[in-house]
């Protein structure tokens, strides 16, 4: 997040308040929960006041900063020989998202969208994201280079102007998902400066880096992620939960048995832990992150939150956003 208009000293603040160190930002094989970038640049926007602040700094990337994943553009000779394998690796940049690449009427649209529950649609997220996009493809073909157009599935909230002017291209709002258009020409443009000798060394460095991401996760964790996946769709129970994990309920509990796992302390983690995220969103209203919990009624959130913490979830939105 080192950009010219995030003072340092409020760049340290954020990175301390959501327990980042440092050293994490500039290194490409650390993880950070998708989660606590995504609410960092929501807030550093808010505090300094640029409402485009998402979009500036993914602008000032480039490829090299995202470690082997940005090797892959070095050493492919097209944006085609990028693209052939960018959905596949995309996840080692950024997790719970899907990236897709399709032709459609001689245009090539390079689409994403977040797939984690636990992160509600987030404008300055999507925007930086889609901005270090651009950077990429125009540090392997051109300054000058510019697409054709960019979408958008949120709101552009009066930021129209100043995003077309940072992405050099028409932007649109209120798609069913974020897009970059692209000239199919640019796609198939040869780079001269690629070294395809790297290509099989970079793509199997890749391949190993997400066989290891891609390992069998514990109960435990299983049990979070489907929790997360099944909240806001009707009550969460047990039997709901065996059957998405491929468990009869006598398997399961017998495996939570062993494992000394409770599921319902777990559900009430996760939802604690959701309502948390959401809460340190003022623009999300009440009655949604309720019903995104699993609660037909506020008042069932409300005493929800008061039994994690003894707050109201007004009260527990105003603690999340302290000064300072």
Known sequence: MEHPQVPPELRRALLARYGIDPAMI??????????????????????????????RIGMTYKAEQAGPFGALFSASSSLADVFAHFPKFAPLIQSHTQMRVEQ???????????????????CQDTEMTTASAISFIRGFLS???????VQFAHAGQGREAAL?????????????????????????????????????????????????????????????????????RGPVTLQDVAL???????????????ERLNFRLLLEEERRGIAETMLDNPGLPMKQIAARLGYSELSGFSRACRGWTGKS???????AQPGL
């Not at 650390?30 to 409402?51: C, F, M």
């Not at 459609?104 to 987030?122: E, K, N, T």
Request: glycine residues 4%; proline residues 8%; contains cysteine.
């Open 26 to 55: 500039s290194d490409p094989y650390r993880w950070i929960k998708l989660e606590t970038p995504s609410l960092l640049i929501e807030q550093a926007a808010a505090l300094i006041g640029d409402p485009c602040l998402g979009a």
């Open 104 to 122: 459609r009427d001689g245009l090539c649209v390079l689409s994403y969208r977040i797939h984690d529950p636990a992160v509600p649609m987030r």
């Open 143 to 149: 300054r000058n280079w510019s697409p054709l157009e």
């Open 164 to 232: 077309r002017q940072i992405f050099r291209a028409p932007v649109h709002f209120g798609l069913s998902e974020s897009r970059i258009i692209i000239a199919a020409a640019d796609v198939t443009r040869a780079n001269p400066l690629a070294t395809p000798s790297l290509r099989p060394v970079v793509l199997r460095h890749l391949e190993d880096l997400l066989a290891r991401e891609s390992q069998p996760c514990s109960l435990g964790e299983s049990l979070r992620e489907t929790i997360r996946h099944l909240l806001g």
């Open 244 to 258: 998405e994990l491929g468990f009869s309920v006598r398997t399961l509990q017998r495996r939570l048995q062993d």
């Open 313 to 319: 979830p007004r009260a527990m939105r105003q603690a």
